[in-house]
């Protein structure tokens, strides 16, 4: 950043998580990530940094070494002019969700991290004047638990994302459940991955976004505020799957704009655009390959069929490397639990080896080399417990991210772009595939996590699942003569 021409109305307010927001500039394909903070919660300028440069380092050393370099993009931590900081704070207030106005924008220390703009594509460092679509899916855990640890036997059969749907519409966060299945995406049978991401598509929640030049044309900027309507969706879609003059109106043209942006979609996260090395996790035990509550699932077996379990995932594709990464969870948090306690105990001994045991960081290839270590034999020891500690945290970090697809319609004379490209039915278009929200799991959030656990299987089990249970003595007793029927495969 070069300080002396740092001008607050160049930038604009781009959007916002738990921890931090982003401003866009107007011109330039880069953001700045700003970290919030509670109102009373105050953190020294050294400590913002280290943790700036904790989540750079933790992009570089380990995320940029599972995925590929070509889908992670770590930045750089910046020093900014404090009045410049100021002023653009005040700029942005009121454009941001209520909801998020609990914590406030570190103007404080003046530090930030310098990205590129990933709702553009990654080649340019200035904005292109050919129109750039980008959809931003938050794909979610795409396994179901194998852990002999695991002692809910509902969590054998269901994913955490459609059980725990039931509960955020149980406490008012959602209106209404989704039919996305994280499990239906993750297939790469085209059929599912289809219906998973109309699923998304009308029912977007905090899952799915669309850019159109940068700025946010559908999803959810506020967890509170009802989805976009599809028509609108399709009218800013035409340029992309139509001819420009227009013509194609109505439903029908609706749906096969939506149509062909789903397809276009699966072809990309399909495609294998990253020529990296192999990723060094070996592909470890599976669960059910299908999940018993997902709407596409239960629609089959209402029509006597079987769910196509999978097409398997291309190896060089961003959702499998995406899998590869989360399925580090090897123990379920039910496993993990214990050890976490384990070295919470060591740490009440020798609270001075914190430190040594990289809880807070380094982020380094020393910390990387540790998490390769696929064991799941118990010896009893601190490492042990240690190492599928930051397994757990690496993997829910995965289950957490962000895939940012933007896509361009191919200028006439292409001989010259490099970037990969995607056929859709009227024309063809450059794409760019990149990761984020990539920033570890804080090592003190594993109670939580181990108490949401069981509040979502046991909320789930207790009003879902014991509706389900009630109804199938009712159709035995219709008929108590069963029949069992053939279908040629």
């Given amino acids: 950043m070069e300080e002396g021409k740092m001008d607050e109305n160049e930038w604009g307010y781009h959007g916002e998580g738990n921890k931090s927001l982003v401003v866009a500039h107007a011109q330039r394909c880069v953001v700045l990530r700003f970290l919030k903070f509670p109102p009373n919660r105050k953190k020294s300028s050294e400590e913002i940094f280290q943790h700036l440069q904790n989540i750079v380092d933790f992009g570089k050393n380990v995320m940029k070494e599972f995925l590929g370099e070509n889908y992670v993009h770590c930045g750089e931590v910046v020093q900014l002019p404090l009045e410049f900081v100021k002023q653009l704070c005040l700029k942005i207030q009121s454009e941001r969700p209520e909801s998020r106005c609990d914590k406030d924008l570190d103007t404080l220390s003046g530090y930030a991290m310098c990205l590129p703009n990933l709702t553009r594509l990654q080649t340019y460092r200035f904005a292109e004047h050919r129109p750039i679509l980008c959809v931003e899916i938050k794909p979610k855990c795409g396994f179901i638990p194998f852990s002999s640890d695991v002692t809910h036997e509902m969590k054998h059969k269901v994913c955490r994302y459609c059980m725990h749907q039931h509960l955020k519409v ?46 946010l044309i559908y999803g959810c900027g506020d967890a509170r505020s009802p989805v976009a309507d599809w028509r609108e969706l399709a009218h800013h879609l035409k340029p992309f799957f139509f ?95 214990p050890l976490y306690n384990r070295i919470e105990r060591y740490l009440e001994e020798f609270p001075e080896q914190r430190k040594t045991l990289q809880i807070d960081g380094p982020y380094d290839e020393a910390f990387y080399q540790k998490l390769l270590d696929l064991s799941t034999e118990d010896d009893g020891t601190v490492a042990f417990a240690l190492t599928k500690v930051q397994q757990y945290r690496v993997a829910m970090t995965a289950k957490d991210c962000s895939i940012m697809i933007a896509l361009s319609p191919c200028l006439q004379d292409t001989s010259s772009d490099q970037r990969p490209v995607v056929p859709s039915s009227r024309s063809r278009l450059a794409f760019s595939v990149s990761v984020l929200d990539l920033d570890l799991k804080p090592y003190e959030s594993i109670p939580h996590q181990y108490k949401l656990d069981s509040k979502i299987v046991n909320y789930y089990s207790k009003t879902v699942h014991a509706k389900d249970d009630a109804v199938v003595p009712t159709r035995l007793k219709e008929s108590e003569d069963c029949t069992l029927v053939l279908h040629k495969v």
Avoid at 290 to 316: H, I, M, W, Y
Avoid at 323 to 333: A, E, N, P, T
Wanted: net charge positive.
């Fill in 170 to 215: 149980a406490t008012g966060k959602w209106k209404q459940i989704s039919k996305y299945c994280p499990l239906d995406l993750y297939s790469g049978n085209k059929q599912r991955m289809h219906f998973a991401l109309k699923s998304l598509l009308q029912e977007s929640q905090n899952n799915l976004k669309i850019f159109k030049n940068g700025e």
């Fill in 243 to 337: 001819p420009s003059n227009g013509l194609a109106s109505g439903p029908h043209c609706t749906r096969a704009v939506i149509r062909e942006l789903v397809h276009v979609i699966t072809r990309v996260l399909l495609s294998s655009s990253d020529k990296g090395r192999v990723s060094a996790l070996r592909p470890g035990l599976w669960g059910p390959r299908v999940c018993e509550a997902s709407p596409f699932s239960r629609s089959l077996r209402r029509q006597g069929k079987n769910t196509p379990e999978r097409s398997g995932l291309p190896k060089g594709c961003l959702l499998y490397k995406t899998l590869q990464v989360q399925m580090l969870d090897l123990l379920d948090i039910e496993g993990l639990y």
